[in-house]
């Protein structure tokens, strides 16, 4: 097929419609409402609320003056600031830099429509390779309330980390004051340049006057007076593209704040009362049997666990695109995605063009022909997509690219591949796969991602943000989970050497569906015909809670991937001290002076009655973050104070930094830019803490890796401490390093993984029997090589412990962030410290004189000694789903105060009685409640024993800190249990 010219394929897409758009008609009048102007130049257009000016000489045709009509206020200072932009090649294409735009205007009884075709183009005026362009639709009414809705589309797929979509910038007028869906209260913009975010709407304004905007998540950017181009702004959908087409819409709200979010709550209200429908069951298969139905229009094919369906359809540009129509759950029928019309890529591939710097991007639609088959042998189900007939001006060598897709009779997980076909060898950055764009999310649904602890976003259609780097601490594992209420979606990427990936996950509000994209940053080395990865994507449906689906992972991990660890209690590697210890004191207030630190931390130790661990920043004589990795000689007094601490009964774990060179430093000359990343046009790569800007090494260069290894072998042989804590490598991404003196493939892959192992496995060698490792965040990639992760950043609101509930009983984590504030306001503490308790955390990580706070202090030690009682569970046992009869209880709020400076303070929300569930290694269960109140608490189960326990009768016994009661036998199917909790109050039910 002739591929048509890029204006002809233009035109062609200007006249396809858009999806029609009923707006709201609120404050209806008698008048001929909406009206419009059109002299050539300015198109007017209003009604009894507002008048919007477009200028086709002015910011791309976008509005470029809003009055409101009630207070007579005007502006021209409001900007549609949408743009892609890319991080690699640092460079930002706007459409306000169009300069000829195409404006058309169209006017129907109550509705105006003015359509915007402008191009992106940079600030020199030139466009991207893709050639992208955007066709805007602004539907006026006669309400306030405006739609917006854009299609973005470029001839050649390139690949972009931001697409910016109704982002709107006050950069004169500067607003007064924002509010949103979970605030609607005024909040005064002060110029903090902090960021607030809103799941369906928010508004900014001066007095009465308000511009609202309601999308999937809104942003508002307090950058009042601020000095900057960005001013603050409004912000709706941004996400990564790189599709041959792009659809989005929004509404904006232009009026007066009472009506205006009067016509904003009642906007959300209709849209959510459509999502509320339930969706259409498919068909079950029953019994559960491997099934192949195919034609030449769609394709069926399942085991009666996880079932798929596949369609065959035609891009506008007449390319073969592949329609995923359904992933669905075989034992209820439930659809994992959502109907729609639009089309979507199921991969895209980046290949690095000849020059080594430009890339070119394929994917699943830039095709001309496909062709698929689906066959059974034995008990496994393979089903193949070829995708041939790619555009040959670039890529000649590209003959083939085939999807299989894998099932076996009795697994709920099907493994997913791609591999393609080249003439010679071919060298990729990237490959995007599986793209999976309509994933259902209903209004009851949640989506659990792995940053930090875990994060739970309920209804991920509108709130569901993420996207993130793999392995780093905001995204530790290689998975995500989208759960109903019985059930849900596992995808996961079953990579056993952990290379870097970059995990997406979008909301989709209002459509009740979310995105999810994984990229594979890929080393640049060229590859033969063959897989594109050599490992799977296994996507599964699960039953139970989304504990059940975080186990998909755990079974994998624990046993097939390289950092695949024994159980802490058969492992010797960690020594026993670090096992059985339970808190953790930070002394950040001494300067690290000895002569301070010592005697506080000292005090603590002797006020708790148990052992503690002291993790003691700025012993070294350069200020925090300056002079890395130079870090001797120590301060005066150190290695007195580590003797004098230890023979206390404390642990002694000092800092340095793994990941970070000051190019300030004696020895940066002599090493340093040899050891650094470099970026493709080999500048280095860095990263600025407060006001220190530090070059980012790589653990492949071997100056580096010796120099790490030298300082923490002067700490362990030297001083004789009790572990080396080395910061940024659980926590801080990866950086792809093009610097050929490394010895290791330029770009991504997982070469980084394993460097970043053999240099921690080299640090070991010098540990000891009784010394650890420690490090920030924590980055499954570093297990068995990193003793303790410190999760001291997963301070948020939706916490949910999913590494817990893969590596419980393998790996250890410890601390968070306590302040002052958190002293003297109980309710923040005691929820950072119960909630750590609840998730198997090494407690504390925080200042020693809390010991002077004697109701906060001894909770906390009560806390530590129930710990200590449960260690079968907390440290060698494993999280569980909780048992069917485990009720809640009633939530309260409390806020956590920002634990740095510039860190906003953080509203959550707690059940009054937290509960968890463990298991042991020898099979006992211990179910965990603790009151969060200051006021006594209902608590009820009402469990049948059998999922708890196979065995017949058991016992149970109550455990409390102040001790062990009498087990008593247990011989009913069904227990009951009512007890009402007093204030702080801390129970364990064993069942054994």
């Given at each position: 097929?002739?591929?048509?010219?890029?204006?002809?394929?233009w035109?062609?897409?200007?006249?396809?419609?858009?999806?029609?758009?009923?707006?709201?008609?609120?404050?209806?009048?008698?008048?001929?409402?909406?009206r419009?102007?059109?002299?050539?130049?300015?198109i007017?257009v209003e009604?009894?609320i507002?008048?919007i000016?477009?200028?086709?000489?002015?910011?791309?045709g976008?509005?470029s003056e809003i009055?409101?009509?009630?207070?007579?206020r005007?502006?021209r200072d409001?900007?549609v600031?949408?743009?892609?932009y890319?991080?690699?090649r640092?460079?930002a294409?706007?459409l306000?830099?169009?300069?000829?735009?195409?404006l058309?205007?169209?006017?129907?009884?109550?509705?105006v429509?003015?359509?915007i075709?402008?191009r992106?183009?940079s600030d020199k005026g030139k466009?991207?390779?893709?050639?992208?362009?955007?066709?805007?639709?602004?539907?006026y009414?006669v309400?306030?309330?405006?739609?917006?809705?854009?299609?973005?589309?470029?001839?050649?797929?390139?690949s972009?980390?931001?697409?910016?979509?109704?982002e709107?910038?006050y950069?004169?007028?500067t607003?007064?004051?924002?509010f949103g869906?979970?605030?609607?209260?005024k909040?005064?913009?002060?110029?903090?340049?902090?960021?607030?975010?809103?799941?369906?709407?928010?508004?900014m304004?001066w007095?009465?006057?308000?511009l609202?905007?309601?999308?999937?998540?809104?942003l508002c950017?307090?950058?009042?007076?601020?000095?900057?181009?960005?001013?603050?702004?409004?912000?709706?959908?941004?996400?990564r593209w790189s599709?041959?087409?792009?659809?989005?819409s929004?509404f904006l709200?232009?009026?007066?704040?009472?009506?205006?979010a009067?016509?904003?709550?009642?906007?959300?209200s209709?849209?959510?009362?459509?999502r509320?429908?339930?969706?259409?069951?498919?068909?079950?298969?029953?019994?559960?049997?491997?099934?192949?139905?195919e034609?030449a229009?769609?394709?069926?094919?399942?085991n009666?666990?996880?079932?798929?369906?596949f369609?065959?359809?035609?891009?506008?540009s007449?390319?073969?695109?592949?329609?995923l129509?359904g992933?669905?759950d075989?034992t209820?029928?439930?659809?994992?995605?959502?109907?729609t019309p639009e089309?979507?890529?199921?991969?895209?591939l980046?290949?690095?063009?000849?020059n080594g710097r430009?890339?070119?991007?394929?994917?699943?639609q830039s095709?001309?022909q496909l062709?698929?088959?689906a066959?059974?042998?034995?008990?496994?189900?393979?089903?193949r997509f070829?995708?041939?007939?790619?555009p040959?001006?670039?890529?000649?060598?590209?003959?083939?690219?085939?999807?299989?897709?894998?099932?076996?009779t009795?697994?709920?997980?099907?493994?997913?591949?791609?591999?393609m076909?080249?003439?010679?060898k071919?060298?990729l950055r990237?490959a995007e796969f599986?793209?999976?764009?309509?994933l259902?999310?209903?209004p009851?649904?949640?989506?659990?991602?792995p940053s930090?602890?875990?994060?739970?976003?309920r209804d991920p259609?509108t709130?569901?943000?993420f996207?993130?780097?793999?392995?780093?601490?905001?995204?530790?594992?290689?998975?995500?989970?989208l759960?109903?209420?019985?059930?849900g979606?596992y995808?996961?990427?079953h990579?056993?050497?952990?290379?870097q990936k970059?995990?997406?996950v979008?909301?989709?509000?209002?459509?009740?569906?979310a995105?999810?994209?994984?990229?594979?940053?890929?080393s640049?080395t060229?590859?033969?015909s063959g897989?594109?990865?050599?490992?799977p994507?296994a996507i599964?449906?699960?039953?139970?809670?989304w504990?059940?689906g975080?186990?998909?992972?755990?079974?994998w991990?624990l046993n097939?991937?390289?950092?695949?660890?024994?159980?802490?209690?058969?492992n010797?590697?960690?020594?026993?001290?670090f096992k059985?210890?339970?808190?953790?004191?930070?002394d950040g207030?001494?300067?690290?002076?000895?002569s301070?630190?010592?005697?506080?931390?000292?005090?603590?130790r002797?006020?708790?009655?148990?052992?503690?661990?002291?993790?003691w920043y700025?012993?070294?004589?350069?200020?925090f973050?300056?002079q890395?990795?130079?870090?001797f000689?120590?301060?005066e007094?150190?290695t007195?104070g580590?003797r004098?601490?230890?023979n206390?009964g404390?642990?002694?774990?000092p800092?340095?930094?793994?990941?970070?060179?000051?190019?300030?430093?004696?020895s940066?000359?002599v090493?340093?830019?040899e050891?650094?990343?470099r970026?493709?046009?080999?500048?280095?790569n860095?990263?600025?803490f407060?006001?220190n800007t530090?070059?980012?090494?790589?653990?492949?260069?071997?100056?580096?890796?010796?120099?790490?290894?030298?300082v923490a072998?002067?700490?362990l042989?030297?001083?004789g401490?009790?572990?080396?804590y080395l910061?940024e490598?659980?926590?801080s991404?990866?950086v792809?390093?093009y610097?050929k003196k490394h010895?290791?493939?330029p770009?991504?892959?997982?070469?980084?993984t394993?460097a970043?192992?053999?240099c921690?496995?080299?640090?070991?060698?010098?540990l000891?029997?009784n010394g650890?490792?420690c490090?920030?965040?924590?980055?499954?990639?570093c297990?068995?090589?990193?003793?303790?992760?410190?999760?001291?950043?997963?301070t948020?609101?939706?916490?949910?412990p999913?590494?817990?509930?893969?590596y419980a009983?393998?790996?250890?984590?410890?601390?968070?962030?306590?302040?002052?504030?958190?002293?003297n306001?109980p309710?923040?503490?005691?929820?950072?410290a119960?909630q750590?308790f609840?998730?198997?955390a090494?407690?504390?990580?925080?200042?020693?004189?809390?010991e002077k706070?004697?109701k906060?202090?001894q909770?906390?030690?009560k806390?530590?000694?129930?710990r200590?009682?449960?260690?079968?569970f907390?440290?060698?046992?494993?999280?569980?789903?909780p048992?069917?009869?485990?009720?809640?209880?009633e939530?309260?709020?409390?806020?956590?105060k920002?634990?740095?400076?510039g860190v906003?303070?953080?509203p959550?929300t707690?059940?009054?009685?937290?509960?968890?569930?463990?298991?042991?290694?020898?099979?006992r269960v211990?179910?965990?409640?603790t009151?969060?109140?200051?006021?006594?608490?209902?608590?009820?189960?009402?469990?049948t024993?059998?999922?708890?326990?196979k065995?017949?009768?058991c016992?149970?016994t109550?455990?409390?800190?102040?001790?062990q009661?009498?087990?008593?036998?247990?011989?009913?199917?069904?227990?009951e249990?009512?007890k009402?909790?007093?204030?702080l109050e801390?129970?364990?039910?064993?069942?054994?």
């Open positions: 097929m002739s591929r048509i010219s890029s204006k002809a394929k035109f062609i897409a200007a006249l396809l419609p858009l999806p029609c758009c009923i707006v709201p008609q609120v404050h209806a009048t008698t008048e001929p409402v909406p419009v102007q059109d002299d050539g130049k300015l007017t009604n009894n507002f008048r000016v477009h200028d086709r000489a002015q910011r791309g976008m509005p009055t409101w009509k009630t207070s007579g005007s502006t409001i900007a600031h949408d743009r892609l890319n991080h690699e640092k460079i294409y706007w306000r830099h169009d300069a000829n735009p195409v058309t205007v169209r006017q129907e009884q109550n509705n429509t003015v359509e075709r402008a992106y183009l466009a991207p390779d893709g050639q992208a362009r955007a066709a805007y639709r602004f539907h009414g309400s306030e309330i405006v739609r917006v809705e854009a299609r973005i589309e470029q001839q050649e797929p390139e972009w980390d931001e697409l910016h979509f109704c709107w910038l950069s004169g007028q607003p007064t004051h924002f869906s979970t605030d609607q209260k909040q005064t913009c002060r110029g903090t340049s902090a960021v607030r975010g809103f799941p369906r709407w928010a508004a304004g007095e009465n006057d308000i609202g905007l309601i999308s999937g998540q809104v950017y307090d950058g009042f007076g601020v000095k900057s181009y960005r001013g603050c702004y409004l912000h709706g959908d941004w996400t599709e041959m087409e792009y659809r989005t929004a709200c232009i009026g007066s704040r009472e009506q205006g009067s016509a904003i709550e009642k906007q959300v209709d849209l959510d009362a459509k509320s429908q339930p969706s259409a069951k498919l068909p079950l298969v029953s019994p559960p049997r491997l099934f192949i139905k034609n229009q769609s394709m069926e094919f399942g009666g666990l996880i079932n798929f369906r369609s065959r359809c035609t891009t506008p007449g390319g073969a695109a592949l329609r129509d992933i669905w075989g209820d029928g439930a659809n994992c995605v959502a109907e089309v979507q890529p199921l991969w895209a980046g290949f690095v063009a000849q430009d890339f070119i991007c394929l994917n699943s095709a001309s062709t698929w088959h066959e059974q042998t034995g008990d496994v189900i393979h089903a070829e995708w041939s007939g790619f040959t001006e670039k890529t000649t060598w590209l003959r083939k690219v085939q999807t299989s897709i894998q099932l076996k009795g697994h709920p997980a099907s493994e997913w591949r791609l591999s076909e080249l003439d010679g071919q060298a990237s599986p793209i999976l764009p309509q259902a999310a209903p009851d649904s949640a989506f659990y991602y930090g602890w875990g994060r739970e976003y259609a709130t569901a943000q996207f993130a780097s793999y392995p780093s601490g905001y995204c530790n594992m290689q998975f995500v989970l759960h109903r209420q019985t059930g979606l995808i996961g990427q990579d056993p050497n952990g290379g970059l995990f997406s979008k909301a989709g509000w209002p459509d009740s569906a995105t999810f994209r994984v990229r594979h940053v890929l640049e060229p590859l033969a897989p594109v990865m050599e490992y994507c599964a449906c699960y039953r139970g809670n504990i059940s975080a186990k998909i992972y755990r079974q991990a097939q991937s390289a950092w695949a660890t024994p159980p802490l209690s058969q010797p590697a960690t020594p026993s001290w059985e210890l339970d808190i953790w004191c930070m207030c001494s300067d690290g002076q000895a301070l630190v010592v005697p506080r931390v000292k005090r603590f002797e006020s708790l009655g148990q052992p503690c661990a002291l993790h700025c012993w070294h004589q350069n200020p973050d300056q890395y990795p130079d870090f000689p120590a301060k007094g150190f007195e580590i004098a601490l230890q206390a404390v642990r002694v774990i800092y340095i930094n793994g990941h970070s060179y000051d190019r300030r430093s004696a940066w000359k090493e340093g830019p050891s650094c990343t970026q493709l046009d080999g500048s280095e860095t990263e600025t407060g006001a530090l070059a980012v090494m790589c653990p492949a260069a071997p100056p580096f890796q010796r120099r790490i290894q030298g072998e002067r700490l042989r030297e001083q401490v009790d572990g080396v910061d490598i659980g926590n991404p990866v792809p390093c610097n010895g290791h493939p770009g991504g892959g997982h070469w980084w394993i970043l192992r053999q921690l496995a080299g640090i070991r060698e010098k000891g029997p650890i490792l490090t920030e965040g924590a980055a499954d990639v297990g068995g090589m990193i003793d303790g992760f410190l999760m001291c950043n997963s948020s609101d939706g916490l949910a999913l590494y817990s509930a893969v009983g393998h790996h250890l984590c410890f601390g968070r962030y306590f302040t002052r504030n958190d002293l306001h309710s923040a503490f005691t929820t950072k119960v750590m609840h998730f198997g090494q407690l504390g990580w925080l200042d020693p004189t809390l706070t004697q906060t202090f909770f906390l030690q806390l530590a000694f129930f200590k009682q449960l260690h079968p907390l440290v060698y046992g494993e999280l569980i789903e048992p069917v009869g485990c009720q809640g209880s939530n309260f709020s409390v806020t956590w920002g634990y740095l400076p906003p303070d953080e959550l707690f059940p009054s009685v937290m509960r968890s569930t463990w298991r042991s290694e020898d099979g211990a179910i965990l409640l009151n969060l109140r200051d006021v006594p608490q209902p608590a009820r189960l009402s469990l024993v059998s999922d708890l326990l065995k017949k009768p016992s149970v109550f455990l409390a800190p102040a001790g009661e009498k087990p008593f036998p247990l011989n009913q199917s069904v227990w249990f009512k009402e909790l007093s204030p801390m129970l364990a039910i064993i069942f054994e």
